[in-house]
């Protein structure tokens, strides 16, 4: 688990630098937009192009770790449901009953 946090964080890291760049490839384009013929004007805009791509790409190898972790998740709790019906209903009748109890207390 702890593994998983490491490389997300480390991801997560990468992405920053690389939204950092895009942000400031951005800021290179407005300030040369005025001076620069339609050549340099394209060249720009795809390098800003092929960084957006990077950066997605980058976001979903980052994200697919914890989208498969919730997957997992919901199938298991999916399937708990559909085994204990009683059971879940009844724990979501105690709950409600305490926040019931709770709100009418206010």
């Known amino acids: ?6 490389e997300f964080n480390q991801a997560k890291g990468k992405m920053a630098g690389d939204i950092k760049t895009v ?5 290179d384009l407005l300030k040369a937009a005025a001076n620069v013929s339609s050549a340099g004007f394209a060249a720009v805009r795809e390098k ?3 960084k957006f791509s990077s ?4 976001l ?4 697919r770790p914890t989208i498969d ?5 919901a199938v298991v709790a999916n399937d708990y449901v ?12 105690a709950a409600s009953a305490l926040i ?4 009418a207390k206010r």
């Open 23 to 27: 942000v400031t490839d951005g800021e």
């Open 82 to 93: 559909h085994g204990n019906p009683w059971a879940v209903i009844g724990v979501a009748v």
């Open 1 to 6: 688990m702890e593994l998983r946090t490491a």
């Open 100 to 103: 019931g109890f709770w709100a």
């Open 69 to 73: 972790k919730a997957r997992r998740t």
């Open 60 to 63: 979903l190898d980052a994200s």
């Open 48 to 50: 800003i192009d092929e």
């Open 55 to 58: 950066t997605k790409d980058k």
